[in-house]
């Protein structure tokens, strides 16, 4: 696996994660019987869910530390709020789509640094 994509494995996972999340949503936003066919809550996740593939494509472009803690803060705040929305509608697996994107953003958050300086003693 080539450095640069290792680097950005963890925005990757996030954006898969978001983009099942959507379509997660888009059934359960459509489909007769499912409980939430055609309701506020439901719309307000595909809305949360397309913010968060946006995120995670910043994510994956931007070099500036500070940005990047920023960006995800927000992405775990989306993430946690579109997780207890899931379950309020009693859709599971867009709950199992947001703990991916969580593992996502924890894999982000252990790669390396690339701006690191070398200190001498």
Known sequence: ??????????AFVLL?????????????????????TGSLGALVVIAACIVLIILALMLATLQGRGARIAL???????????????LLLHQWWLCVAMVLGLIGLIIDLCRPAHNTRPTHL
């Open 16 to 36: 898969a994660a978001s983009v099942i999340g959507l379509i997660t949503a888009l059934y359960a936003y459509f489909t007769p019987l499912t409980g939430v």
């Open 1 to 10: 696996m080539s450095q640069s994509l290792r680097a950005k494995l963890g």
């Open 72 to 86: 995800r803060v927000l992405i775990l705040i989306g993430l946690a709020g579109t997780c207890f929305a899931g």
